[in-house]
């Protein structure tokens, strides 16, 4: 009895929407990265299935702990976030452009994407600290400037598209914490603003942003103009866009896409930040359509967690959550066709990288703790 009660509190539709997404990364990345010549992508495929037990270890520790402890101990963990951010600045190793990558031995991981997950429990302490000034605006700027941290230490690498989930993240954990809504279009609103003055400083001026690498800039450059960057940047967009529309409703077929295939749309990137590209090809306007829908359910997953949580915390913990894993669904998907610019980030669950699908799996875990507490008192 008392192990069917153990298993009964699990909040089972987001456990095998998330185990389903993942299942469908594999077999993407399998196809993306088949006849590669590449040698580090030939085992990609395998190497995210054994990634996805390791989430799967992750996922356990935090749903069957209690989701409290974390929170009381969010301080610690930010901290300790700060702190690799700050070491993989001065040890770590470039890759693409942005030194993100810390590395022992064999052994290498993403600071960055371990933030994001100490962050979520460093600010959901902060806000319980605060939580009868929830409604006060100097609370949106304690948040914030919590988050200016990690913002500016990323942008330091730079890895541009890590930071700008931070926000987003402030905004669920704000929104759920039941801050007024006044106050939270504020940064909306500045939000707005920041894209318009990119747009004309940008795309219509041709300057340069401080503080980013040419590459970045071009990247932006060539989302208002592709034809600035027609081999770079300007062609990854359009072979994407060309992969996806060439899909039709069901798709070429899966291992038969020709953009993927043939290398049009590039083996490094294709399994990874274009990986809904490549899924677009070979499983069309249905295979598309049943990704955003799964992605989208288990957002909804987390949003009733967080509307049943049985308190304060809970509500936080998956208003941030939520915030997070919206925010690289969005970009992800939407760089693919041309919506925001190329930011170099992944799709939850189903992107080929260790780091963050580890992140995202112990980020359901805590989920399934704030079920479990609330089904098993």
């Known amino acids: 009895m008392a192990r069917v009660r153990f298993w009964s509190g699990f909040h089972w539709p987001s456990v095998l929407l998330m185990l389903g997404l993942c299942t469908a990364g594999i077999l993407i990345i399998y196809s993306a990265t088949r006849g590669t010549e590449l040698a580090d992508l030939r085992n990609a495929s395998i190497q995210q299935a054994a990634w996805v037990g390791l989430g799967l270890a992750c996922f ?59 962050f979520l429990v460093g600010s959901t302490a902060l806000l319980v600290a605060l939580r009868e000034r929830i409604e006060k605006f100097r609370t949106v700027l304690a948040l914030v400037g919590l988050a200016l941290l990690p913002v500016l230490l990323i942008l330091r690498q730079p890895d541009l598209g890590s930071a700008a989930v931070f926000l987003p993240m402030c905004f669920g954990l704000l929104f759920a914490g039941g801050t007024r809504l006044r106050f939270l279009l504020i940064p909306v609103g500045l939000g707005l603003a920041a894209f318009l003055a990119i747009y004309l400083w940008v795309g219509q001026f041709g300057k340069e942003l401080p503080g980013l690498k040419t590459y970045q800039n071009n990247r932006i450059r060539t989302f208002f103009d592709p034809n600035l960057d027609p081999l770079g940047a300007g ?137 479990r507490q609330r089904r098993l008192g």
């Open 235 to 371: 062609w990854t967009i359009r072979q994407s866009i060309i992969a996806i529309g060439s899909g039709g409703f069901t798709g070429k077929g899966f291992l038969r896409g020709d953009q993927n295939l043939y290398g049009f749309l590039p083996k490094n990137i294709a399994y990874n930040d274009f990986i809904f590209a490549v899924l677009g090809e070979e499983w069309g306007f249905v295979g598309g359509s049943l990704l955003i829908l799964g992605q989208a359910a288990l957002l909804i997953c987390i949003a009733w967690i967080g509307l049943r949580a049985p308190d304060f915390e809970g509500r936080l913990l998956a208003g941030g959550v939520l915030g997070m894993l919206f925010t690289h669904f969005f970009i992800n998907v939407g760089m693919t066709i041309k919506v925001v610019p190329i930011t170099g980030i992944p799709l939850p669950f189903v992107s080929y990288g260790g780091t963050f699908l580890a992140v995202c799996m112990a980020a359901m875990g805590l989920m399934q703790s704030i079920w």
């Open 60 to 118: 356990s520790v935090l749903a069957f702990s209690d989701y409290h402890r974390w929170v009381a101990q969010g301080w610690w963990w930010f901290g300790g976030g700060i702190f690799l951010l700050l070491v993989v600045l001065a040890f770590g190793r470039e890759v693409n452009g942005a030194k993100s990558w810390l590395r022992f031995g064999p052994v290498g991981f993403q600071p960055a994407e371990v933030m994001k997950l100490a």
